[in-house]
């Protein structure tokens, strides 16, 4: 972690699933609306990174990206979070094929969650590797140092396990619904959804392609950009601002806390 940020925000992963059969489409959950962040608001599947996840144990238990310890722990986060919110486990069984298994019970899912059973030892009992080189980069955002709540989230892109069903928790969210990324735009732009900024932001860069492969290919030929918006006193009013570095375009707009 860079030695600038470290302890000033916490570590997240973030992953974005998409799947081109029946359409081009991400997997996105709803948050709950008593979360005290990004509360009501569809997001992709995430959450802060665990000690757990960094268990010296997962050695054995995962097939590598060769990105170091750091990412591994990271991509090991993400996986979990998207087994927690969704149901879907990104792994492969011992002989190397992909992992296709029944809608884990819901309260197995919300003991890893709540931190009572390890996602190693669920993972053993499949008898199943998580596939963290299926994980490509896709982004890396950090917020801004006016909010109450900082993250440095990684967001990671893959196509979706084929042969599982994604099912939302219940308690961190209430739906989970594959959509095309325009459509989810569209919704959010006639008030029908609630999106937060970084989702936003990066469901541009997913309409903006034609399926899967593109996004992949895309994420992977990207300049990796750390982006981390500022808050600029604007004529009228505040305004979030993301340098075109960053590779979202030009973007200003009024900043509104909490979105």
């Not at 979990?80 to 992909?98: N, Y």
């Amino acid at each position: 972690m860079n030695a600038s940020i470290e302890g000033a925000v916490r570590p997240a992963s973030t992953l974005i699933l998409l799947r081109d059969t029946p359409a081009y489409e991400v997997l996105m959950v709803q948050r709950h609306h008593q979360i005290d962040f990004a509360s009501g608001a569809l997001v992709f599947p995430g959450g802060k990174a665990h000690p757990s996840d960094a268990d010296t144990r997962w050695s054995d238990h995962v097939l590598d990206a060769d990105d170091g310890l750091e990412q591994r722990s990271l991509r090991i986060a993400a996986i979990r979070e998207v087994f927690e919110e969704a149901g879907l486990l990104l792994a492969r069984d011992r002989s190397g094929r992909p992992l296709e298994i029944e809608p884990c019970p819901l309260e197995v899912r919300q003991a890893v969650d709540r931190g009572e059973l390890p996602f190693l030892d669920v993972v053993r009992d499949y008898g199943a590797v998580l596939d963290l080189a299926a994980l490509d980069i896709f982004a890396r955002w950090i917020t801004p140092p006016v909010t109450p709540k900082r993250f440095d989230t990684w967001f990671y892109v893959a196509r979706a396990p084929e042969g599982q069903l994604a099912v939302c928790d219940g308690r961190e969210t209430v739906d989970a619904c594959w959509i095309s990324p325009g459509a989810a735009l569209a919704d959010a732009a006639a008030g029908r959804r609630k999106l937060v900024f970084p989702t936003r932001m990066n469901l541009n860069l997913l309409a903006a392609a034609d399926g899967a492969e593109t996004v992949i290919d895309q994420a992977r030929a990207r300049p990796r950009v750390t982006v981390q918006p500022e808050v600029r006193q604007g004529p009228e009013g505040p305004m979030l601002v993301l340098p075109e570095v960053a590779g979202y375009g030009a973007v200003a707009e009024p900043f509104v806390p909490g979105m």
